[in-house]
């Protein structure tokens, strides 16, 4: 395409002087009047002062076509060079005013992935071949111009937009200038080498700037005028938060850190219970190809202002609310129902790519369908892939409060039953939310560090479904006031559990609390291994010490049940369950002990209440699936174990997605009216899927794995779907199984070519109706084409 090209000033306006003749320009008419020959002196003058009066664009004759192509006239300052008014060409002594405009003819971004710019930058990673840096330091660029550039005589600036209403006051167009020496904390650009019409630039950006995609224009002006390259897309500027730099507010100083919650593309998340933590390997894939521009869609698709996107407690609270879909029409659907036959059920997903993948296809059409720990492992993606560090938590018996209370409320009749519709508040055996890394400017001193941020939409927020950035600083001390949401974080982590109970006249009252049932082996990846970390000691202080109390305390003071403690009761009989081991295993009989303990001098005779529920992970109620009640007596200062038992036959039609169960106890010592409650989560354990490579992992080299499952139930297994993903070695892929019969082992073979080198992990499930969390991970190292070659 031509350039774009100003219209030549009127003829009225120009004067007694001859036509002009210049390419893809109309001709300027003429009047017949011409000057002397000889006055030079006048003629010059009278070019000089229209020069000034009336600038007009024009095209370089014989230009080459990269000039069409990669610049844009927006002014000339020296139309005396002309022809005159019988045709004649442009004499010696006038010259070629093209040759002394400056066009930009191309621009290098120098985007090698071993070069300085993306190593330095540390994002070298990705997988396109986008421009992507990080803000608050410098990068390299080549400008190619028409001619040598003057210093004296000549000028230079780039232009940065980004958003749809770019604007200069908001940091959305950024001028970089041109000076002599860089200096941190602002748009800057300076000459560090010259190679005849070849300027490469350092440019610094601030620590503070806006992220996303910006477009690059490069403008010239000298004394014959002013040009701008044309905007080419392949020159965009991918602008991420840096970690690096300790200006930025997402600054980490740990460089091992920094290897695992920014550049980690694989990691763990845990489920189940606090006893039973299971752990499946989850692929971020953050790099990816395709993974960043998704990212910045969500953010597109939030219609919030880029100007705020430098703000990494603006930017985390808008992904919160787009990765879910209630409000917004976010990335993913949450579905506890059980029925997901219109979409993906969410124990199959092992990772985040075909989820923002698909998202961004469709072009914004919510993924099907999404539980805690997908909402969670796709947040620490977007937020690893835009720069700011992140970790995937989860907390074992979650607390979720409806009510604001921070307390965990559970309602009984006059027979001891739970009141189900008054039970609004629950437990979750297992919760799901993403850690992130950031100064809190916004709060009091000793804020900042690590933030609780979770997309699973659970409440509102400012009329959202968000949650957080909430300081773990303050939850930890019981700052339920600070924003975002430490209040319902606080109560996740820390709510104590009372047990109410009907009185005839209706009401109720507390006749028992737990201190220390919520908020449970927290956990997360370790850095620099596999492991689990228990994290706990950071969201709150050890339970039942004075600090732990106090932050209790202050915390529910804020609530909407301030004075709904009661004084401590009688403690000489105490009741527990107890698991041996990794607990009971899917397809078997489960067993546990209840134990009773009586402190006191007296004989004690207890009527011990027991249910066991079906629940959803959440802590909802599903079905109830046995009941008992018996009468037990204790010796003085003696323990009675009672075995629990519940039969295969009993839970093999009612189990649901986690194969989560809850044991409720309640009891009632006889002789001292004392009430005893307790509730107890566990899981039926389900097997791993073994995954063995056969043959050495090459590049570019076909291998195999072998894949091996046993079934443990005693039922056939209907329609079984496999599948398996690993950066670097496959994309997402299905393989319909079949049917697998009752304790039937089964193993197959799959092929796949490797294309990155390193550590990578391959990544296993399996999906049917009948048994759900079934998964393996397999290391494959895999080695580089050139180095097996030598």
């Known amino acids: 395409m031509p350039p774009v090209i100003h219209s030549v000033r009127d003829s009225s306006a120009v004067g007694r002087f001859p036509t002009v003749t210049l390419p893809f320009v109309e001709d300027v008419e003429a009047d017949k009047e011409e000057p002397a020959e000889n006055d030079v002196n006048e003629e010059s003058a009278c070019r000089r002062w229209l020069r000034k009066a009336c600038p007009c664009c024009y095209k370089r004759p014989g230009g080459d076509d990269d000039d069409v192509a990669e610049t844009v006239v927006t002014g000339v300052d020296d139309p005396d060079k002309e022809e005159g008014a019988n045709g004649e060409k442009p004499t010696a002594e006038e010259g070629n005013l093209n040759e002394l ?110 992220i996303g995609r910006y477009q690059l224009t490069v403008e010239t002006s000298c004394a014959n005028g002013q040009a701008t390259s044309r905007h080419d897309p392949a020159d965009d500027i991918y602008m991420l938060f840096n970690p690096w730099c300790e200006g930025d507010s997402v600054f980490l100083d740990s460089e091992e850190e920094r290897q695992e919650f920014v550049l980690n593309d694989v990691g763990r998340i845990y489920y189940g219970t606090h006893l039973q933590i299971g752990d499946r390997t989850w692929d971020y894939g953050q790099f990816n190809n395709g993974t960043l521009a998704a990212c910045l869609f969500v953010l597109d698709r939030s219609q919030t202002p880029n100007s705020g996107w430098g703000d990494p407690v603006n930017v985390t609270r808008i ?38 993948q698909q998202y ?46 921070l307390t965990t409320d559970i309602y009984l009749d006059e027979e001891m039953e739970p009141i189900e519709y008054l039970n609004a508040d629950s437990i979750w055996n297992f919760h799901v939310w993403t850690d992130c890394w950031m100064s809190r400017p916004d709060l009091p001193p000793g804020n900042g560090g690590w933030q609780t941020v979770d997309a699973t939409p659970q409440e509102t927020s400012q009329g959202m479904f968000r949650c957080g950035p909430a300081s773990l600083s303050a939850i930890r001390n019981g700052q339920v006031y600070l924003k975002h949401d430490c209040a319902f974080v606080f109560a996740e982590v820390n ?120 629940m959803y992970y959440t802590g909802v109620h599903k079905d109830t699936v046995k009941k ?149 991970v397999s290391d494959i190292a895999v080695e580089d084409k050139s180095s097996v070659a030598s």
């Open 101 to 210: 405009l400056l066009n930009v003819r191309s621009i290098d971004l120098m985007k090698s992935k071993t070069g300085e710019n993306l190593v330095e930058h540390h994002t070298n990673l990705y997988q396109s071949d986008k421009f992507v840096i990080r803000r608050g330091q410098s990068f390299q660029m080549w400008i190619t111009l028409s001619r040598p550039f003057d210093p004296h005589t000549d000028k230079l600036h780039l232009e940065l937009k980004t958003g749809p209403l770019p604007a200069l006051s908001n940091g959305t167009h950024v001028i970089v200038p041109l000076v002599e020496d860089l200096e941190d904390g602002r748009w800057e650009a300076a000459v560090v080498k010259r190679d005849d019409r070849r300027l490469k630039l350092s440019v610094n950006s601030p620590p503070t700037a806006v």
């Open 360 to 405: 961004y296809e469709s072009r914004g059409t919510p993924v099907r369908y999404g539980q805690c720990w997908v909402f969670a492992g796709v947040f620490t993606t977007v937020l690893r892939c835009l720069g700011i560090p992140a970790r995937t938590v989860t907390n074992f018996s979650s607390a979720h409060d409806t009510d604001v209370s």
């Open 319 to 356: 992904i919160s609310a787009m990765i879910n879909s209630p409000d917004d029409l976010g990335v993913l659907e949450g579905n506890w129902s059980g029925d997901y036959s219109r979409g993906t059920p969410p124990t199959v997903w092992s990772g985040s790519v075909e989820i923002l």
């Open 628 to 776: 008992d009640k018996v009468d037990e007596e204790i010796l003085p200062n003696e323990v009675n174990d009672l075995t629990w038992e519940l039969k295969y036959d009993m839970y093999k039609n009612q189990l649901i997605d986690h194969s989560a169960l809850m044991l409720t106890l309640s009891a009632r010592v006889r002789e001292t009216q004392q009430v005893l409650a307790t509730q107890f989560s566990f899981r039926l354990r389900t097997p791993d899927l073994v995954i063995k490579p056969v043959g050495k992992a090459v590049v570019g080299q076909k291998m195999k794995v072998e894949i091996s499952f046993t079934n443990p139930l005693p039922l056939v297994l209907k329609a079984v779907i496999f599948h398996l993903e690993g950066t670097g070695l496959l994309p997402g892929k299905k393989i319909h199984y079949g049917d697998i019969g009752g304790h039937a082992s089964v193993s197959f073979v799959e092929d796949f070519v490797p294309t990155l080198p390193g550590p990578r992990k391959l990544l296993a499930s399996l999906d049917c109706r009948q048994l759900t969390q079934v998964h393996g």
């Open 495 to 614: 709510s104590d559990k009372i047990y109410w109970q009907k009185n005839k006249d209706g009401t109720f009252s507390q006749f028992c609390s737990e201190k220390n049932t919520v908020g449970l082996s927290i956990s997360t990846k370790a850095v620099g291994s596999d492991e689990r970390e228990d994290i706990t000691h950071l969201y709150k202080h050890p339970e039942g010490s004075e600090e732990e109390r106090i932050a209790v305390e202050t915390a529910c003071s804020y609530g909407s049940k301030a004075a709904a403690y009661s004084s401590p009761t009688a403690e000489d009989v105490s009741l527990e369950v107890i698991m041996e081991g990794d607990g009971p295993r899917m397809g078997e009989d489960a067993e546990l002990t209840i134990r009773l303990r009586n402190v006191s001098s007296e004989p004690r005779t207890i009527t011990l209440h027991s249910q066991l529920a079906v």
